[in-house]
């Protein structure tokens, strides 16, 4: 697939451009996304869907990070959305789906070594009740979902489980935050019952479910650099000392061009990612979507937090007050690179897959 974007994703991006014009990071862009339809995306007609792919949904996700606009899209739309889409049972899918894929009801995905499946009740209904102990931290739009899609651990491995964010037995709380755009909670359950939606290949399912979160985040991250770099060469051409612009010093002039590089090669990478990902697509194995993944990772994050570290810098002191914007993408980036677990590892997994290539 060609790394470039077609004429009707450029469209939608420009779209985003002008509808987000006058937003400001933390403002609720919600009610635009789902005016829009961008929740339908990703997902298929039958569902409700518009049949969008991979990459027009990557789309988004940039525009989002140059806004830094709250809406719980990545959680519900792209986390447990594309969990419930790939890893589900038919029957949660048609029943659950389309109020994910129209934006009525908001789901969060709950993962992590930290939930356990203390006990497994009988079928009720010809399903299985789970039993859900343990907690987990970080969840994005954990407090706020009305659903919880949690990945548990118990006696037959990996499952799947749907429960409600009100239902007894599970607690929720935010404490203090880095992202004040972004909110991630707590989640823990003591004995809170939950059904059992695992679908067929559960285990190789989500894992490309994970390949997909990385490569959406990886998007956002480009979106957030890319907007970093505007608003630094915005101030470099109007900022003067000595006279002269400083944008007009080489030191700025090397410093902008270096960092124009590290986004245009993440957003290669993501891009490249975000077609090998697509659902069906030829040449691309699960093993190579997540080397896919795992090389957008990492690009993308150092791109977003040496954008934004930079793009401070350019300010000057203006650029570390609480007024100006930048501190948000600071924290943005700082929070996304540290989401999905350290760098080493996506770094190891990059390096593992070129010593065997």
Known sequence: M????????????????????????????????????????????????????????????????????????????????LALLDAADRDTRDEVLPGIVSGARTAALVCG?????????????????????????????????????????????????????SAPGVRRSVGEQLDGTRQLATVEFDGA????????????????????????????????????????????GTRQQFGRT????????????????????AEATVLDASGGAERGSDGASAAEVADFAAASRVLASRAAMTAAEEAIQVHGGIGFTWEHSLHHYFRRAKADQLLFGDEYAYVQAVGESLTMG
Not at 18 to 26: C, E, K
Not at 137 to 161: F, I, K, N, R, Y
Not at 199 to 210: H, N, Y
């Open 2 to 81: 060609p790394i470039n974007l077609s004429t009707e994703q450029k469209d939608l991006a420009e779209t985003l451009d002008d509808v987000w014009s006058g937003v400001a990071p933390g403002d609720d862009v919600w009610p635009s996304i789902r005016e829009l339809g961008l929740t339908e995306i990703p997902f298929p007609g039958g569902s409700g869907g518009a049949d969008g792919t991979f990459r027009d949904l990557t789309v988004v996700m940039t525009g989002l990070g140059r806004v830094l606009g709250s809406a719980p899209y990545l959680s519900s739309v792209v986390m447990a959305g």
């Open 113 to 165: 070594a930290g939930i356990v499946t203390s006990a497994i009740r009988g079928e009720v209904a010809g399903e299985r009740e789970l039993t859900l102990s343990g907690v987990q931290h970080a969840v994005v739009d954990g407090e706020s979902a009305e659903l919880l899609v949690v990945v548990t651990t118990g006696p037959d491995g990996t499952d799947l489980a749907l429960v409600e964010g």
């Open 193 to 236: 019952t939950a059904r059992r939606i695992s679908g067929p290949d559960l285990a190789s399912r989500l894992e490309g479910v994970r390949s997909r979160i990385l490569i959406a985040l990886a998007a956002e991250q480009v979106g957030l650099a890319r907007r970093c770099l505007e608003m630094a060469v915005e101030y470099a």
């Open 246 to 265: 400083i944008g007009s010093f080489q030191g700025i002039k090397h410093k902008l061009v270096d960092l124009l590089i590290a986004i245009e090669l």
